[in-house]
């Protein structure tokens, strides 16, 4: 697809207002055709849709209307083929559609924009843009969902240690947090759902910003465009950037996510750590130090979150000022949004794979599991239920079994029961069965809690819904 940057000649479409043409300066700065070429086909498909209404409804002919409709199609599959040349001096993709159909089909093409503005076609196509933007997004959701449940459902019974300020605080299953991405994925796949349903009224008819005189059938464009029903008020269709700010939070949001779950790979990755091996697929080696294995792609998708954000941040700061209704402001909307759709679709395959490919050395978890007197809860909560303590006391025995085992440099279940019953008189050896990783996540049935049989609880109602 080429550009031509010709600025001698007046812009085509505003027609002799501005006989000497906009400088190149105003060139540079107005057009948009650069970034919105990529609206090309919900351009094309919300035109057809527009001028079967207007010949539906006898504001165009039957004739006219076939004539724009074949010529459409035609410039269609000449972008899809890279046969078509955009201009920078029409600005955007609609003048560079529409002019292309004059060419194509001569004056019929002037009646296209009968009843209509670009104001309610930019905000026609980018709406049918993220829609399905955010209909990918869904299916990629739901591809990362079904890689932690896979992995949930091998490891439902794997010990790991659970983290509290990155500090051992209690063993819990591996199964148990690759449910708790499951959760945050599937809030986030409820939020894209919600997204989808606000955004799904169609903008076309608004017009300039204030309707139109024309008989117009909006309900019938809305209609062809899979949209549930027309928008209400034609100044706020005009003004409204809300679906793609909408967008750009739930981006932000699953990047957080995404960024979280990037971060735990890369310090479970490391040789301290060793928890996972990374396959090679999303791995690279150093250039100088043979031994490595480095998380890039974890790293850069923790990385891409921070460009989403300031996308985000962008659009956001962008209509904060804007009186109503249409500003060219809006026309920088864009950019922030197909590159944040860009890096999300990019880190969610990313983490999708490396969830999926990831070796995960269950013996390495276990032990760590068992260290760092992971298991002293179970100590004072047996000393609760079998030796009738209030909890207070049981945490204050419980640290000073820690506290002797830290100076014996072992861990609590390697207490012999002599030490432990000069700490308390009442501990026995029964004492033992609660001191092990297996026993301790076992015993933490409650509901949500990380029993396996809980975990299993938790996959079943995510794969019913998934
Ligand atoms: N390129 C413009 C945009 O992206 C299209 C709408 C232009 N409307 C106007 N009244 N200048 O916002």
């Known amino acids: 697809m080429a550009d031509t940057t010709d600025t001698k000649s007046s812009n085509q479409m505003w027609g002799g207002r501005f006989a ?45 209307k076939d004539k724009i409709v074949h010529g459409l199609n035609t410039i269609l599959s000449e972008i899809e083929s890279g046969n078509f040349e955009f201009s920078r001096r029409l600005e955007d993709i609609h003048m560079n559609i529409e002019a292309r159909l004059a060419t194509l089909i001569g004056p019929a093409a002037g009646r296209l924009h009968t009843a209509r ?41 794997s010990v790991m240690p659970g983290f509290t300020h990155l500090q051992t605080a209690q063993p819990v299953t591996f199964g148990h947090h690759c449910m708790a991405y499951v959760e945050m994925f599937g809030r986030d796949r409820s939020r894209v759902r919600h997204a989808i349903e606000h955004l799904d009224e169609s903008p076309i008819g608004a017009a300039a910003l ?15 465009l899979g949209f549930r029903e027309p928008t209400r008020n034609s100044i706020d269709t005009v003004s409204d950037r809300d679906f793609a700010i909408e967008f750009l939070s739930i981006a932000a949001i699953t990047g957080m996510h995404l960024s979280r779950l990037a971060e735990e790979i890369v310090i479970w990755s490391t040789p301290q750590f060793g928890f996972v091996r990374l396959s090679d697929a999303f791995s690279t080696g150093s250039s100088i130090m043979p031994q490595k294995k480095n998380p890039d792609a974890a790293e850069l998708v923790r990385a891409k979150t ?12 962008i209509m904060k000022g804007l009186p109503l209704a249409y500003s060219k402001d809006m026309q920088e909307d864009k950019e922030q949004v ?26 390495r978890m ?16 047996w000393l609760v ?8 006391d049981a945490h204050h025995v419980t640290g000073r079994a820690v506290a002797l085992a830290e100076g014996k440099g072992c861990d609590l279940a390697e207490l012999p029961l002599a ?17 092990t990783v297996e026993a301790s996540v076992a015993s933490r049935k409650s509901f949500g809690g990380t029993a396996p049989s809980e975990v299993r609880r938790q996959i079943a109602f995510w794969r019913a819904r998934n």
Do not use: C
């Open 117 to 157: 503005s670009r104001n309610d076609q930019v905000a026609l196509d980018f709406r049918l843009w993220v829609k399905e933007e955010l209909e990918k997004t869904e299916k990629m959701l739901t591809g990362l969902i079904a890689a932690f449940l896979d992995r949930a459902d091998e490891h439902a019974e």
């Open 20 to 64: 000497s043409g906009p400088d190149a300066i105003m060139e540079e700065i107005n057009a948009s055709i650069g970034f919105d070429k990529k609206l090309f086909a919900q351009d094309i498909r919300g035109s057809i849709a527009h001028a079967t209404m207007l010949a539906h409804q006898g504001i165009i002919s039957a004739e006219d």
């Open 366 to 381: 276990k032990a760590a599991a068992g260290s760092g007197f992971s298991t002293a809860t179970d100590l004072a909560d």
């Open 210 to 224: 204030a309707g139109t005189g024309y008989p117009i059938d909006r309900h019938m464009t809305a209609k062809a």
């Open 338 to 363: 197909f590159d944040a759709a860009e890096s999300l679709e990019l880190a969610i395959a990313a983490m999708t794979g490396m969830v999926r490919d990831m070796t995960v050395n269950t013996a």
């Open 306 to 317: 921070g460009r989403i954000n300031g996308s985000l941040v962008a659009l956001l700061t």
């Open 419 to 435: 030490d432990l019953q000069v700490i308390h008189a009442s501990i026995t050896d029964k004492v033992y069965d609660v001191l």
């Open 385 to 392: 239920r079998e030796a009738g303590l209030p909890f207070r």
